[in-house]
C-alpha cells in the first residue's frame, strides 16, 4: 500500500451461519490497500478464508471502505523466537513473560479461564492488570482490531532480516501485536491461534517486543486465545477506538 487515498479491506467468514447468528468463527482478516490494490486484496482475503484449516465456511464478507483518519507510520516490535519441547513448557514460559511485564499470576490465570469459555471467538478480550476484570463489553466476539498492514514490501525486507518464514500469519501477527502494544493503554498481549494446525504463539509487548513461543498448544486443538493486558486506569474507550479505527502502517528500513 502506497500513499494517498487509502482504503480498510476486511474479511470475516464462519460456518452453521453468520457470526451474529451464532455461527463458528473460521476465518478473518484485514488488510490496507491503495485503491488500485484493492481486487489484490479481495482476493487474498477471499482465499484465505476459503481454504482454511477449521473447515468450509457457508458465510462470508468481505468489504472495503475508504478511511479519512491520517495513518500512523511505526516500526515493528523486535521479535524473538523461544524454542520450547511442549506445550506446557511454552505456557510456562508465557506465563513468566507475562509476570515479568508486572501483572500477577492470578491475574493471568483469571484471564485465561475467562477466554477458555469461549470456544470461538472473533476478536480479543481486554483485560484490567489491576482488577482482573473484562473491559469490553462484547461477549463471545471480542474487540476485532483493524485498520493495520505493512507498508508494500517492508515485510519481505523484515523477515529476510529475521530468519523466520515468510509466512502471512506471522507478518500479520508481527502488524497486530505491534498495533496493539502501541499505545499506553496497552500492557501486554497473549495470543495464540484457534486453527487446529498451528501451535506456535506468541507474548507481546512495547519492552519485550514479540517473543514467539513454537508451542503454546497440541496440534488438532481449536481452542485459541488472544487476551490485551490493560492499564484499567486509562481510557478505555479511547483505546478501542484505537484499536478498531486508527489507520497503522509498520515500516522497517534497513539500517546500512
Ligand atoms: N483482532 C482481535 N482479535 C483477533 C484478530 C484481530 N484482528 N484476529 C484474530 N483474533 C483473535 C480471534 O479470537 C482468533 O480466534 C484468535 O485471535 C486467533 O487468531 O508464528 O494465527 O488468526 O509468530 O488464528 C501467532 C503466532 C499466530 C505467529 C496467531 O491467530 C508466529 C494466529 P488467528
Ligand atoms: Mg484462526
Known amino acids: 500500500m502506497q500513499s494517498g487515498e487509502l482504503f480498510s479491506v476486511r474479511m470475516r ?10 455461527g463458528t468463527h473460521i476465518s478473518g482478516g484485514e488488510m490496507l490497500a491503495a485503491f488500485g490494490d484493492i481486487q489484490q486484496a479481495v482476493m487474498y482475503l477471499l482465499e484465505k478464508g476459503l481454504n482454511h484449516s477449521k473447515g468450509r465456511p457457508d458465510f462470508m464478507q468481505i468489504q472495503f471502505e475508504c478511511i479519512h483518519e491520517p495513518a500512523k507510520c511505526v516500526k515493528p516490535l523486535k521479535m524473538k523466537t ?79 532480516c529475521h530468519d523466520v518464514p515468510l509466512h502471512s500469519r506471522v507478518k500479520e501477527a508481527v502488524v497486530l501485536a505491534t498495533k496493539v502494544c502501541g499505545h499506553r493503554a496497552a500492557v501486554a498481549e497473549l495470543c495464540w491461534s484457534d486453527d487446529p494446525d498451528y501451535i506456535t504463539g506468541y507474548v507481546a509487548s512495547k519492552r ?35 484499536l478498531e479505527n486508527q489507520p497503522v502502517i509498520v515500516q522497517w528500513e534497513v539500517e546500512e
Not at 16 to 22: A, C, K
Open 13 to 22: 467468514a464462519a460456518k452453521d451461519g453468520p457470526h451474529e447468528r451464532g
Open 82 to 160: 523461544n524454542e520450547v519441547e511442549t506445550p506446557e513448557e511454552g505456557q510456562a514460559l508465557a506465563w513468566s513473560l507475562l509476570e515479568e511485564t508486572g501483572i500477577r499470576r492470578h491475574i493471568i490465570d483469571e484471564a485465561y479461564k475467562l477466554v477458555s469459555q469461549y470456544s470461538s471467538m472473533s476478536g480479543a478480550v481486554l483485560i484490567d492488570v489491576h482488577s482482573g476484570m473484562r473491559l469490553d463489553n462484547r461477549k463471545e466476539k471480542g474487540v476485532r482490531v483493524s485498520r493495520m498492514d505493512w507498508q508494500s514490501g517492508h515485510d519481505e525486507k523484515w523477515a529476510g
Open 208 to 242: 519485550l517486543g514479540y517473543q514467539r513461543i513454537t508451542k503454546l498448544k497440541e496440534y488438532g486443538d481449536e481452542r485459541g486465545c488472544r487476551i490485551f493486558f490493560v492499564d484499567g486506569k486509562e481510557d478505555i474507550h479511547s483505546y478501542i477506538h484505537y
